[in-house]
T-cell receptor
Framework: AQRVTQPEKLLSVFKGAPVELKCNYSYSGSPELFWYVQYSRQRLQLLLR??SRESIKGFTADLNKGETSFHLKKPFAQEEDSAMYYCALRSGNQFYFGTGTSLTVIP | NAGVTQTPKFQVLKTGQSMTLQCAQD?????MYWYRQDPGMGLRLIYYSASEGTTDKGEVPNGYNVSRLNKREFSLRLESAAPSQTSVYFC???????????????FGPGTRLLVL
C-alpha cells in the first residue's frame, strides 16, 4: 500500500527561525513526491516536486530513500509562510496525500 | 483564465437525495480528478480521468459516479447521499499523467457538502 504520513498536525515557529515539516512515505518502488500548500482563502497549489530539485520561496525538500522521508525545510521562516502544507505521493495514476501540517509563523 | 471552477460552492442535502457536482477547466488539460477532504484524513482520491473518454476509481469510489463529459468537464454524482459523504470536495486537473513533470495538479476552490 502507498501511504503518506505527516506526523505534525500543527507547527509553530518564530519568524526567522528554521522550519522543517516532516513527511514519511511507504512505497514499494521509486516514489514521486510533491509538496502542496494552501494559504488562507486560497486554493491548494503545488509548492515543489522532488524530481525538479528546486527551491521555491526558500523551501527545499530532499528525498531520503533510506529513511523514506521527504521533509520540507526552510532556513528562515517568514510570516507569509503560514499555511497548510500537504505532502503527496504519486503511484501510477493515483495520488496519495498526507493529512497536512498547519504552519504558523509567529511574528 | 478561470482555471478550475466548481459548482456549487455549498450544498445541503437530505439523506437519500441525489446531486451532481460540476467541475470545469479551461487549461486544455487531459487529466482530471475528484478528491474529498475530511478532518484528519487529508485529501483522498475518489475518481480520476486520465484522458477524455476514460474514468477510473481512486481510493474511495464507493457511493459515487463520475462522467467525463468532454475534455473540459468532469462531474461527480452522488446517487443516494449519506451523512458519511459530508465533506469538502475538490476537483483538480493536470496536463497529463505520468509524463515526468506535467502532472502538476491545479485545484478548484472546493464544494462544501453537508448531508443531513
Amino acid at each position: 500500500a502507498q501511504r503518506v504520513t505527516q506526523p505534525e498536525k500543527l507547527l509553530s515557529v518564530f519568524k526567522g527561525a528554521p522550519v522543517e515539516l516532516k513527511c514519511n512515505y511507504s512505497y514499494s518502488g521509486s516514489p514521486e513526491l510533491f509538496w502542496y500548500v494552501q494559504y488562507s482563502r486560497q486554493r491548494l497549489q503545488l509548492l515543489l516536486r522532488h524530481i525538479s530539485r528546486e527551491s521555491i520561496k526558500g523551501f527545499t525538500a530532499d528525498l531520503n530513500k533510506g529513511e523514506t522521508s521527504f521533509h520540507l525545510k526552510k532556513p528562515f521562516a517568514q510570516e507569509e509562510d503560514s499555511a497548510m502544507y500537504y505532502c503527496a505521493l504519486r503511484s501510477g495514476n493515483q495520488f496519495y496525500f498526507g493529512t497536512g501540517t498547519s504552519l504558523t509563523v509567529i511574528p | 483564465n478561470a482555471g478550475v471552477t466548481q459548482t456549487p460552492k455549498f450544498q445541503v442535502l437530505k439523506t437519500g437525495q441525489s446531486m451532481t457536482l460540476q467541475c470545469a477547466q479551461d487549461m486544455n488539460h487531459n487529466s482530471m480528478y475528484w478528491y474529498r477532504q475530511d478532518p484528519g484524513m487529508g485529501l483522498r482520491l475518489i475518481y480520476y480521468s486520465a484522458s477524455e473518454g476514460t474514468t477510473d476509481k481512486g481510493e474511495v469510489p464507493n457511493g459515487y459516479n463520475v462522467s467525463r463529459l468532454n475534455k473540459r468537464e468532469f462531474s461527480l454524482r452522488l446517487e443516494s447521499a449519506a451523512p458519511s459523504q459530508t465533506s469538502v470536495y475538490f476537483c483538480a486537473s493536470s496536463e497529463a499523467m505520468g509524463t515526468g513533470g506535467t502532472e502538476t495538479q491545479y485545484f478548484g476552490p472546493g464544494t462544501r457538502l453537508l448531508v443531513l
